[in-house]
């Protein structure tokens, strides 16, 4: 590729890097993107020229294999009611210190490695995520839901320039931990910072009108068409929680939401900083 | 192209835009990227990009032909003195109306278009260029240098998300207008605001060893090294003052200077964020 | 005159120093104070020193008789429908390089010279006036009025002690330059300021009851009045748009408005600083 | 006088305010100025004026008769040590409560009454200024000097648009208040200011070459001449100490120091706002 | 008592310094705590450590015996009516004179000499206090009552650090002073600085249900309940002017208000550091 | 104990909040002060009042026993070379996950649950902590030593109230993590802050003359003294590596650096607010 050919494309994005300066955009970054190496390494370089081009992105991960890998390895086994796993204290320890400790830390010196600033939070780090039980759901122990996000903190960093990656572990009225479902975290984040942009990467290719075929995937919806959606099966299992989140978010004063296909690389750049976009986006209306 | 390949492609620029993060770059605008339209779009859509990815621009712009071909209308004829055009009263009024009220609004119009806010500046505009005769040439009239710049009312602006477009019309003691060389407007705005950078746009592709080898290009030569190129005619005719224009500009504080050729789409951005670049890079030592 | 009466006038101007302090002024400069040279200068000297006991003024200049010898100059000639102007580019283009480039330079390197720091813009500058074709005269080409004032550039300005001058041209959604009648520039930028005083410099004593009689001035005249002054013909012919812009502008939120004479020396202080006044005074109610 | 005479005043007047603006000018208000009725609202006028045309006066203010009388009517009676008052701590009371309570309460108010907002302070307000027994002279008393001055709340009020008036009093180690010779903290409080100006109202009319002759007046000397015009006794008695206060103060960092004769209606106005002054200047040298 | 005694008391602290962190609180000092040396002294330390551990304390005092004192040395006889002193002129020139140039004074020494910095103000300085007469008791002369409080001149000194120490003089609409209750005056500063507490220092322990049972203190009551109260005759005398001040206070938007016994050591400290309190507490409702 | 004698108390401790208010004081965490339960919550309340009173404490926290406990757990098993363990990747993985997503969290947890307002930090975050291998002592693996530290980071937090907890992991040019000696990263990150104060809290009664008595302690050394101390034996064993932080420290621009006994409850509340301490405390000189 000539020189020239890649000037047009820096001059192609513009007009979206316009669009989005100054703007918010919170990745819920889990899946595919978090285990191989490559699309994790494009990941973080999508994170840091987002920063870099103005705009202000915030990280929530999810947990990924590690935290069974290091179950397994500590030989603490886990019971599951209705394919929920109960978290008991045992276990949550395990949990923090992995998310925290580990997964946390790869991202911020992955982010790091790539030129930007990260600064890893748990829930606890400035009472950031205040968490309660899920009312109906106390027999699942530790897990529990957001009830107050301090976007102080996170305000803070980002206007020093550094990038917040935040871990799934929420804080209990006694000071207890609570493990919390990553994308709903990053939901409430969203809404608490009225953030421009919610982005969920998953293992799919956004929401398909046709399972089988990949082409047919449904590049907008909006929330009145959601539950028609459910009902005829076209959004089903797994990709329930993850819509209903977006709707959530929305709700909460999100401007847009994104389901996208972490798998592709440069995932969140493409859907940004093009027109077509590459998974589904949720929509007011 | 795919998406993809464009993805790629911003990433590839991410260094680039880490580096000069922050940065001022003072580009001399004129010549045939001032005349030709497409061009023409290319250098504001240059400097927008520069500015949403966190650098400085700031532009000085040269006459052209609009000056010559509304003294002509007007029948105002100029003698010269060693090929350099006299400017008396007359001529300095119609000189000054068509450097401030025609061409520097171009191209603020022209920047507000790619979606940049400009703000045009002429020299008066709070004594921004406090000018004087040059010693020994006062046979040329008007024609005057620079002997202060308002650094204040550039970094006011620049500060507030605006790109400031510089006139080369300098103030003297008495309110009297001087007609000065863009370049060393230029020059002296750069070394005034200690820029990183100063670009110069010509139409010639940089310094050629060989004038007749487009091919032969020193991408890269040292202050020490200009007098012998001078010597031995590598650096003859209209090359000689932007040569010695960088030169000062590096003595007065300026990171690294820039003979670009304008007449390539693009150019600056070429040079900013290619490691190649596209023309002759006069640097300190 | 000895020291001690001129300290006593000094003090005398603190009643009106204290009630202006830190108010702005937009002011319309035109007709005889802007050709006549002492005239011109006692108006800079007025402008310099309402700056320094802590007012804001803000200039907004007309065109004079420089944009018809221009035009004149270069054999462009002009039709006319209903006593205006038809602006056809061709006219556009010299009217915006006199305002721009001849005017306002002059304006600005006065107000310098009596000690303050001018700042000369046009709507194209930062986008500071945006305008639009008058609804129903699209005849007259690009004469045009204001849409929407960019307050903030000339805030920004104002705030570090410049004092921005004006030209009555705008910029339209596809950059096209608009020929904007400079009082009613004055009027909408007055208004965007929420402005405490618009005063419009003009060539005749105010509001006369017997236009025969100079001093028969109506010193001051309430909205509600001016549709019967207007039936019964006091005002009339130029004056009426003037006392119109008075009043949008009063509807806009501005403070008072102020008709005077420019060709009475210091007209502008004489109309701020003393009880009295020189011109006529139009105020809500 | 006309309103036009009464506008090209204060054009008169545009110099001398540009030159001051922003400047900190330390009066010491003493003498007839602040007995006399109609003298002391011109002061005041003229310290009003002086803020609002963007100067930064700061006040010190001496005894005056008052202390006296109080004394008087308590049947307090004071012995003298080499024409100095022995101050005890009865008297100190009282002397205290004259300056704090009574005088610098008086043109406070007289401040406000002409549209300024002054603070009084006593030199206990925020430890303002620490003071110490004189060397050798502790048979006094409580007479002291200034040890040390706290700008900071000074700077604080002041940048506020508050005017400080400062009585002379001074706290000691231990808390215990000194009463201080009112020239001497008026230099000691320029002196930590940096100010511009330092402005002693006397009872004199400067420094008068041939006693008997009021126009002998000596309208500027230098810091190398005072020793010589001391020495011939055209500097003699009471102007002794204030020309030394002058002297101190300029090696201090203050600009210019003035003796000027307060029994002239707006002798400050004058003595700032004109060239010829009313005073003698000791300037550096 | 040993260290790690102490340590635990510290400790104890801290839920209290934690809930009034960053709250302002006006206390109305005077009664024995202002004339008993070593009650002084504990105020004045009570004060600086609410200070020092973020809280904002303002001070007004009253008058106290000195006023009194200084009338009779200077033979100033007085008549009453209704048990209301008549001001005067000549009492209200030595009012004003014992309350600002010593008592305040007083105060000011003995804060700064227990570690904080004060700043004593009259209600003229920066016209703080704005009064005027009373309706219907002008045979009192210059006794007056707050018609406004300009807070800007407190918080300014509060925000950098400073203690404000107020007395309760007032300043009419022609400079004229005026002697106001101290209990009101604290009350309106209270008021208008929406102050989170006002606690009044009285020589009473708090109100009591039996007057002759020290032990029968009613620690908490509502607005509500207070006329209840006063026809009952457990609030009579000298204590309904000062819950109706708390009342006032409560009305004007103050926090919580308090009345306690100036008499106990550190009383202020007890009220405001421990659970239990030591005088009767007024609260909304 | 009656409130009057904790209102003297807190009196008491009034010179020192005077004295700290506004300092940095680093504290080193660790020992028998972080597993027993109560000896935590007293650090936590020490913490948060320290915080309360003006003061800015930062945290750095050692291992302790839950490292070994899982490395034991998870059957890694360590080699030692000279006693010191040796750090594979493999063992890293584990002691940075329990240091940052255990203890750190914990620590965190009990400031919040005490009043404060914790930011649990690992020196990945920011680049705080950016480390290299240890020279000469590359057998040893992963451990390292301090190279720099982000101080930016750490006051940003601290300034908007945060208490920054850290963990000793540093990382290295390739983002890896480095274990490094909790004492050695406390005293690198005073040195860095110019902290006022470092705390090493260690389960030893300071540095005794003699081993077996108690009450031998030395309560200030100087760094003259040191060697000395070494060589008789005095400063032996664990000490000696504590010492020379503290040396280290002190030449890096800590004012004052302290060897405490964790095991007392409230050490550090002891060390700072009561003037015969409870430790060693090692000075300049």
């Known amino acids: 590729m000539t020189a020239c050919e890649k000037a047009a494309i820096l001059v192609e994005a513009l007009p979206y890097i316009k669009e989005f300066y100054g703007k918010t955009v919170v990745i819920k970054y889990g899946g595919s993107a978090m285990t191989d190496c490559s699309l994790k390494k494009a990941v973080m370089e999508d994170i840091v020229l987002m920063k870099y081009v103005g705009m202000h992105p915030v990280v929530v991960h999810g947990g990924g294999p590690d935290i069974t890998r290091m179950l397994d390895r500590l030989g603490i086994s886990t019971s599951f009611v209705n394919g929920l796993r109960v978290t008991d ?3 949550m320890e395990i949990v923090e210190m992995v998310l925290v400790g580990k997964i946390n830390k790869e991202i911020v010196a992955g982010i790091n490695d790539s030129g930007g600033s990260a600064v890893g939070l748990s829930g606890k780090d400035g009472k950031l995520i205040r968490a309660e039980p899920i009312p109906g759901k106390e027999v699942l122990g530790l897990v529990g839901r957001v009830r107050d996000v301090n976007t102080e903190l996170i305000e ?20 207890e931990s609570y493990n919390i479902n990553a994308d709903h975290v990053a939901g409430a984040v969203a809404s608490a910072l009225k953030a421009d942009k919610l982005v969920l990467l998953t293992d799919v290719p956004g929401i398909l009108a046709d ?27 797994g990709m329930i929680p993850k819509v209903e989140c977006c709707v959530d978010a929305l709700k909460g004063g999100v401007g847009r939401t994104h ?27």
């Open 211 to 237: 399972k089988k075929d990949p082409t047919s995937r449904i590049s907008r919806l909006r929330i009145s068409e959601v539950d028609e959606y459910i009902d005829c099966g076209i959004i089903e299992g």
């Open 156 to 175: 803070t960093l980002t206007e020093r320039g550094y990038i917040p990656v935040i871990s799934p572990v929420g804080i209990g009225d006694h000071g």
């Open 259 to 285: 389901i996208i296909d972490g798998r592709v690389p440069h995932a969140i750049l493409l859907e940004v900083f093009t027109d077509e976009g590459i998974g589904s986006m949720v929509v007011k209306g």
């Open 89 to 91: 204290e045992a276990t």
